[in-house]
């Protein structure tokens, strides 16, 4: 039984891969076409702003306090034990926490946003306060509706459905498409207009998502529930992760605010234009190593270790070609970007190297870390997301402040915040599943 399960995992693994290629590479290409889109309508100063915006905007997601994730693994554990009543029961508590934590916090969004001066924040004065305030607000109401219903993100990865995820991207990115298209033809240049069109693309996605899941799961259709036996497991689990979460969010989002107040906004398009073309290498590894979360929950809670090594062997294997596709990437990123976005985009050798050197590091580690959030044995994770969290934006304001290396020196600084997991994420995953989880390695 335990190995028609295994294969049953794998054929479902290589189904999602494939599904997955299909609607990412459909995903890259409109963002591709968006983004120059987004960059002739705004001009690059106020292009610049909106990226920064979207960061900051991004760090909304992580006062879920970890339901989500939690939700994540815990719904994972239920089907795999065949326990639907406690399947429900947590995704009904997390959808009704999520929705009251929403609403608390776009009440204070929306007070607070008239305290804040926004000019300063984004560091422009061409755009009048009054304008940023909007712009801020309308942003903040799409991002919050959109906090609750992109749950079914985190469902559809429970249930091993990854490329019906990457589906939801691929129609948020062609529906932006599609209205930045239209203002181009429509409106002048305009930060709310913008706003308002991204924010109706992402939540239309996420709606159409959770209607479709639920029409074929209707068992699992959630109800309004607050119930502390399965609201605590999710919060205890999910606090662990939130640790993680809001390191990840100083590490991976700071940048382009630390950029803005260094060098000013001009220079994060430059950053965001390489940044979103070694995407392409970092998209194409998540789509083969997202599937493995939930599968490792899944092979590790029935005890088939035996698969776990043998994906664990295959990950590092592709990851030489990751690297083989950095290199390239690397020699042939000039004259990619002058042919995409055009020769006004003047990119450093440095910064391009540096943001290969990134991606390199982020690939590498999150081989280890997928696999240690779906057996959920993330102490050792924790601990290096806190190093790296407290270490990152001092390190990186040293490297600008005392170097002439530019907008790459806060690249470097992420670089070496990120070098504990390189050494930890490996070292832990070969104790577990040698099942040498003993002390601080089992937590």
């Known amino acids: 039984m335990t190995h028609i399960i295994s294969q049953d995992r794998t054929r479902n693994y290589i189904r999602q891969i494939k599904g997955s290629v299909i609607f990412k590479g459909l995903a890259i290409a409109a963002s591709f076409f968006t983004i120059p889109m987004m960059i002739g309508y705004l001009g690059q100063e106020k292009f610049g702003v909106w990226s920064t915006l979207l960061s900051v905007m991004s760090w909304i997601v992580f006062f879920d306090l970890g339901l989500g994730n939690g939700l994540r693994n815990k719904l994972a554990e239920s089907l795999a034990k065949n326990e639907d009543h406690e399947a429900l029961s947590y995704i009904s508590s997390a959808y009704t926490l999520i929705g009251l934590i929403s609403i608390s916090l776009f009440a204070v969004m929306a007070l607070a946003a008239f305290l804040v001066p926004w000019q300063r924040v984004f560091n422009i004065h061409s755009i009048p306060e009054p304008a940023l305030r909007s712009t801020v607000l309308i942003a903040a109401f799409f991002v919050f509706i959109n906090f609750w219903v992109s749950l079914i993100i985190q469902v559809l990865n429970a249930v091993q459905k990854t490329s019906v995820v990457v589906f939801g991207q691929f129609l ?234 530019g907008t790459c020196s806060i690249l470097i600084g992420t670089i070496l915040s990120l070098l504990p997991g390189v050494f930890l994420g490996p070292y832990q995953t070969a104790k577990i599943i040698k099942f040498e989880d003993v002390g601080v390695w089992s937590r």
Request: no cysteine; net charge positive.
């Open 172 to 405: 948020t990115n062609a529906l932006s498409l599609a209205f930045v298209f239209t203002l181009t033809k429509t409106t002048n240049s305009s930060l709310l207009s913008l706003a308002a069109v991204y924010g109706v693309a992402l939540v239309t996605s996420n709606i159409l998502l959770s209607t479709w899941f639920y029409r074929q799961a209707p068992g699992l259709v959630p109800r309004f529930s607050l119930d502390s036996q399965h609201i605590r497991p999710l919060l205890s689990m999910g606090l662990q992760f939130f640790t993680i979460q809001i390191a990840v969010l100083l590490i991976f989002t700071t940048d382009k605010m630390l950029i803005t107040q260094l060098f000013g906004p001009l220079y994060v398009t430059q950053y965001d234009v390489v940044f979103k073309l070694f995407s392409i290498v970092t998209i194409i590894h998540s789509l083969i190593t997202a599937p493995l979360w939930s599968s490792y929950t899944d092979a590790y809670h029935r005890g088939d270790i035996t698969w776990i090594k043998g994906v664990m062997r295959k990950q590092l294997m592709i990851f030489g070609g990751v690297a083989l596709a950095v290199i390239i990437l690397m020699l042939i990123a000039k004259p990619a970007i002058a042919m995409w976005i055009g020769k006004d985009i003047k990119v450093s050798a440095s910064l391009i190297v540096s943001m290969g050197v990134f991606v390199l590091v982020s690939a590498w580690n999150s081989i280890f870390a997928g696999f240690l959030n779906g057996v959920h044995k993330i102490r050792i994770s924790w601990i290096v997301s806190v190093i790296a969290m407290l270490f990152n934006i001092p390190v990186s304001i040293l490297v600008a402040n005392y170097t002439t290396l």
